[in-house]
């Protein structure tokens, strides 16, 4: 799932379902979408949560706005890779 999000921008994701593992940060059109290592807490307040992950070639961005309710996702190939 994560190359077929590679290069296209954000995209609308739904939180986790309870009976997910812990890798799992995001569901794309009903597929959950598992995360690596955090690299970077990028925002974390009350109106924003925004961190980066690296998974295998993959850089995953998690980001929820709290006002809104929405979350998003966006995955590029990580430098070194191509």
């Known amino acids: 799932m994560l190359s077929e999000l590679s290069g296209g ?3 609308i994701a739904e939180p986790p379902l309870r009976r997910d593992g812990e ?3 995001a569901r794309v059109q009903g597929e959950p979408i598992k ?4 690299t970077e807490r990028i925002k974390d307040s009350d109106d924003m949560f925004h961190v980066k992950y690296r998974t295998g070639q993959y850089d995953l961005e998690v980001k929820v706005d709290f006002a809104s309710g929405h979350g998003q996702i966006r995955v590029e190939e990580a ?3 191509e």
């Open 9 to 11: 921008g954000w995209t």
């Open 35 to 38: 995360a690596g290592f955090l």
């Open 23 to 25: 890798s799992v940060v």
């Open 79 to 81: 430098d070194g890779y």
